[in-house]
């Protein structure tokens, strides 16, 4: 059983920065895909950014985060992060952090398998 747990979630002002963290037991593969994603109310899960956690695998930013959110892993704890700079009232939404063994990690949500619950961000203007 594949669990994702999401935290560090919140409020926060235009211009400001959050980081958002992902624990997971899944670290039993090599390698394999594990991603953020978010979802505002009323439009559709978007992809914001990706990581393969093999040695030296790549990351994928969406376009409307790229330049301002970073990716990275901590595979001795086992954590993903999501640092989030800059910040705009259109980053308002739920992140879910995702997880699976796939042979790109650049794909749409319905190709990940694993989910966490969820973490708020809103910002305000």
């Known amino acids: 059983q594949v669990q994702l747990v999401e935290s560090g979630g919140g409020s926060v002002q235009a211009g400001g920065s959050r980081r958002l963290s992902c624990t997971s037991s899944?670290?039993?593969?090599?390698?394999?895909?594990m991603g953020w994603f978010r979802q505002a109310p009323g439009k559709e899960r978007e992809r914001v950014a990706t990581?393969?956690?093999?040695?030296?695998?790549?990351?994928a930013y969406g376009d409307s985060v790229k330049g301002r959110f970073t990716i990275s892993q901590d595979n001795a704890k086992n954590t993903l992060y999501l640092q989030m700079n800059s910040l705009k009232p259109e980053d308002t939404a739920m992140y879910y952090c995702?997880?699976?063994?796939?042979?790109?990690?650049?794909?749409?949500?319905?190709?990940?398998?694993?989910w966490g619950q969820g973490t708020q961000v809103t910002v305000s203007s």
């Open positions: 990581i393969n956690t093999a040695p030296g695998g790549s990351t």
């Open positions: 995702a997880a699976d063994v796939l042979t790109s990690c650049v794909v749409p949500a319905t190709r990940y398998h694993y």
């Open positions: 899944i670290y039993t593969y090599n390698a394999y895909c």
